[in-house]
């Protein structure tokens, strides 16, 4: 049987604690490292939920209203900035046929009918 020295003993025991001390660090390293991917991945899903959220209450904002205790343009502005967009909207048609349509949307709240707009061409 072959024996070692003591010291050639102490020299090889501490080769094999440092190799483990490498490799207990790297495995904390890995570990580390997926831990932040988690992270990262977790935030990510949070964000999209709240945005999906965001949008769910403004849309329920919208389906929820009576007719008349929400302007359009506003539901539009809102809508508008929560995807980002700057909402500018101009008349571009001949005013007498958009005022038209919009007597025809509120008679077709009032009376439950189909609303039916008038195609309303562009001014040039």
């Known amino acids: 049987m072959y024996s070692l020295d003591p010291s050639s003993e102490r ?12 490799e207990l660090a790297t495995a904390q390293e890995g570990l580390e490292s997926a831990r932040r991917a988690l992270m990262l991945k977790q935030a990510e899903k949070d964000i999209e939920t709240a945005r999906v959220r965001t949008l769910e209450n403004a849309i329920r904002k919208v389906v929820t209203q009576r007719a008349d205790d929400l302007c359009w343009r506003d539901v539009y502005t809102d809508l508008a900035k929560l995807v980002g967009v700057e909402f500018c909207p101009a ?34």
């Open 11 to 22: 020299d090889a025991l501490a080769e094999v604690l440092r190799v483990r001390d490498v």
């Open 91 to 124: 008349l571009i048609c001949d005013p007498e046929k958009f005022i038209a349509n919009c007597r025809q949307f509120d008679a077709s709240l009032r009376g439950g009918g189909k609303y039916q707009p008038v195609y309303v061409e562009k001014m040039t």
